[in-house]
């Protein structure tokens, strides 16, 4: 498959700081990709990396099948970029700003344009410095939008927005994308944005990637099992490949489980037990888990 | 390598530096021109008092040619255009930075050559319009008030000193792309240029100086040919700097 | 159309795709949704709620194959009428989790009756309003 994004091994250095430890990102095309990651992680530096506004110090990136270096300007007139902070031009009122970023973009389209800005609600006279960080995203997203990009890359666009702003972004966003056609590429640190709206996922802790797999596979397959066995639990059971933490619980155990969950169920179901059971966690929980296990690693 | 709509949102950005640029500098010019009889008033008044001054009048007062120019190139339009060249290359890219501008500009789909290039055309646009405008309305009332302007050579030097503006404008832009506030590097191309104009003191350093190679001197009081060198140095001056400031943006990560 | 009030809580357990099928075959039994009745277009939804239009989809489909739905091509996607011909498994299903509950928690068969009777009879109050 031809992926919407793939980077191999791609790294960046600042200053002596390795904030980008060579990461293998593959986005399916079509798909909604939540990048998800703690402040300072190396979110921004990946988007700016794909983007071409950035060098990396080693590997590479494709975007679209175009080449991320070489290609960048040519990327960036077919994807829909929304910075974490859009500052434009103060001075310019909304109409004029949407008048001014037409006309980098053959494939313009000024009813979409001017349909989004009805939809947020964004008066075209109204200057741009008189708008709030909300509205500034949104006219971002409606910037992105209407020149018809096969991809959107969004770095954090639904923070510091208080929930009706967050609200209104997502519901446009989803609704915009509603096709197969387009590609979402964005970062966030608000899980309960990413678990309604994203189907794949990825997450970026200390510069390196440490998972990446579908949404459902992932909520599938992250879950926690509460077990109580009959006999003393074999060892060869809890060492399991799939079975991230093991954590006394009383008699029994908890097992953070991240792969084969089937299997591994399936085998404690044939274990005589007296309590089995599977909770599911939510993407914070397991996020946590990442986040604490990196933590131990250094 | 030219973008529209960049070159409109810049010449629209300048609009208030045109307006008053070219206001103060008209009027200026108007003021030489209608002084010029005052002065012959004073230069016979100074007679009886203060006769060393009076032959320095004398001289002025001699060639209205001579006084026009005097009061504009080497003076109001060479120290004011100076001032504007260096408010309009450090606003342009440094100035975008400390605003805040320069993410969203450099994210668009156009190289950093492609930026460098509309936003020189229009910063060199901008400093030509009021040149001509206020050199040309000078001229036209000076030729109304006392006529005999010789045409061909103030125009010549007026094209002198634009070409050599259009210098220091592009020079100043290397600072403009290194730095991060306008205010900050323009004060510091300002200290450069200050310094470097040191050189038009001496008669044997003069041939360093920019400014001395736009002033013509020589050629326009007669005593030397039209400096045609001095015009093809300021050119190669300005698309070097233009093209180092373009590497340097090029390369910058913001 | 119908005016969907479906609330959404993706930190819940539960998937958001069964939680759109549980509450629109809930809507749909309770005559909120009466047969026939229009439901938003997957793309709508997604936006109204704010998830991703796959979800809607998948829980679109599911509940296409249950026959709670129906979608009309170049139409659009209404409240199906009830049939008859469902595999009830789902049902028994159901019914033996709740001997399970009721067997832990010591409630006998005589009350788990009771409790049936009583429920049924606050259902059709229900769906008389």
Known sequence: MDFAIETQGLSKVFNGRHVLKGIDLQVPPGSIFGFIGPNGAGKTTTIRLLLGLLQPSSGQAKVLGLNSQSESIQLRSKVGYVAEENHFYPWMKVEELVRFNAGFYPRWDQERARKLLEMFDLQPGVKVRELSKGMRAQLGLTLALAHRPQMLILDEPTSGLDPVWRRKFLQILTQETADDETTVFFSSHILSDVERVADWLGILINGKLRAMRSMEDFKYNERVVRVVFQHPAPESLLATDGIKSIQRQGSGYLLTITENFDEIYRTLERTPHFVLEAVEQDLEGVFLDYAGEEENDV | ?254 | ?129
């Open chain 2, 1 to 254: 390598m030219f973008s529209y709509s960049l070159f409109r949102k810049e010449l629209r950005e300048h609009r208030w530096l045109l307006l008053i640029g070219t206001l103060v500098l008209t009027a200026l010019g108007i003021f030489s021109a209608w002084s010029f009889d005052m002065l012959a008033m004073y230069g016979d008044m100074l007679q009886g008092f203060m006769p060393q001054l009076a032959k320095q009048f004398e001289q002025l007062l001699a060639d209205y040619n001579f006084y026009i120019w005097s009061q504009l190139h080497p003076k109001n339009l060479l120290q004011f255009g100076i001032v504007l060249a260096l408010i309009l290359a450090s606003t342009d890219l440094a100035g975008e930075v400390n605003r805040g501008s320069i993410q969203y500009l450099t994210g668009l789909p156009i190289s950093r050559r492609t930026i460098l290039i509309t936003k020189s055309a229009a910063g060199m646009l901008s400093l030509s319009i009021i040149v001509w405008v206020s050199t040309l309305v000078t001229l036209v009332t000076a030729e109304l008030l006392e006529s005999g302007i010789l045409w061909g050579k103030m125009l010549a030097a007026t094209a002198l000193l634009n070409i050599g503006l259009m210098a220091v404008y592009s020079f100043t832009l290397i600072f403009s792309a290194l730095g991060n506030d306008a205010v900050k590097t323009g004060a510091l191309a300002a200290a450069v240029l200050l310094i470097w104009s040191a050189a038009g003191l001496h008669p044997t350093t003069q041939f360093l100086s920019p400014f001395w190679h736009m002033k013509g001197i020589d050629w326009f009081m007669g005593t030397g040919p039209f400096p045609w060198l001095s015009l093809v140095g300021l050119i190669i001056f300005a698309l070097a700097s233009l093209y180092i400031a373009d590497g340097i943006f090029s390369k910058r990560e913001f």
């Open chain 3, 1 to 129: 159309m119908v005016d969907l009030r479906l609330f959404i809580n993706p930190r819940a357990a539960l998937p958001i795709y069964q939680q759109l099928v549980d509450q629109i075959k809930s809507a749909a039994a309770s005559g909120l949704f009466p047969p026939g009745s229009k439901l938003p277009s997957v793309r709508e939804l997604a936006g109204q709620l704010a998830i991703n239009a796959n979800t809607v989809a998948r829980a679109y489909s599911i509940l296409e194959d249950q026959g709670v739905i129906l979608r009309k091509q170049g139409v659009g996607t209404f409240v199906a009428e009830r049939s008859v011909h469902k595999d009830i498994s789902p049902l028994k299903q159901a019914l033996n989790q709740l001997l399970v509950e009721a067997y832990h928690l010591q409630v006998t068969p005589e009350e788990l009756e009771k409790l049936f009777q009583e429920a049924l009879k606050r259902w059709n109050k229900r769906k008389e309003e």
